[in-house]
């Protein structure tokens, strides 16, 4: 049960208002709100859930509200493998079934870096893949890989099997320490999916 404030006690109206008030905090234009400097006091557990597939859940019930979800995502952090809603004032926590967000889409640009990767997440954020924004690939349980792109301070975002198709198309081998792995380059990073023998032999 969430102890006392703004968000956790004034239900989804409030934790909306909190958002927007958060939101002005962030940088002119499209900015996000700067949460990696935030540190409020603790406040409990909200009853909201991401799901697997990105639905946003609010006491069991599907937020169905694009801007909204959109909104809260904006406050969203991650700390010591958890994840928190958090504003200046407070920070409650919610739960996450996989990642927070997923990769929807993704265009293959070119420049004097090489091939370079963009995503968009289910909440219309695109991110440029490189060396900071990497890919990583998670073993599944039906034994394939599931890969995740890195949106920005330890959140991720699951890619969608579409698009995990597409990029196993653009795959390459490179040498990493010696050995023939196969993978995704971008930005002039090369992001490592499987010994390439391996990938050669289940082909």
């Keep these: 049960m969430a102890k006392q404030g703004q968000i956790a006690n004034q239900g989804l109206d409030g934790l909306t208002t909190a958002a927007k008030d958060a939101a002005a905090n962030g940088k002119a234009g499209k900015g996000l709100p700067p949460v990696h400097l935030w ?48 504003t200046p004032a407070e920070k409650v926590g919610i739960t996450v079934d996989d990642a927070p967000f997923l990769a929807v889409e993704m265009l293959k640009e070119q420049d004097t870096r090489g091939t370079v990767l963009k995503f968009r997440t289910n909440v219309d954020d695109w991110v440029e893949c490189d060396s900071i924004h990497r890919l ?20 991720w975002a699951k890619v969608t099997r579409a698009v995990y198709y597409d990029l196993v198309d653009m795959g390459e081998e490179r040498m990493v320490d010696g050995t023939a792995m196969f993978g995704i380059a971008s930005a002039g990073a090369f992001f490592a999916m499987a010994d390439a023998e391996q990938v050669r032999e289940a082909t």
């Design 39 to 86: 540190n409020p006091p603790f406040c409990g557990d909200l009853d909201m859930r991401i799901a697997g597939d990105g639905t946003w859940f609010y006491l069991g019930t599907p937020i169905g509200r694009p801007a909204l979800v959109r909104l809260f995502s904006t406050i969203l952090k991650r700390e010591g493998g958890k994840h928190f809603l958090v």
């Design 136 to 155: 990583r690939f998670e073993m599944a349980e039906d034994g394939g890989l599931t890969p995740y792109l890195h949106v920005r301070s330890d959140l």
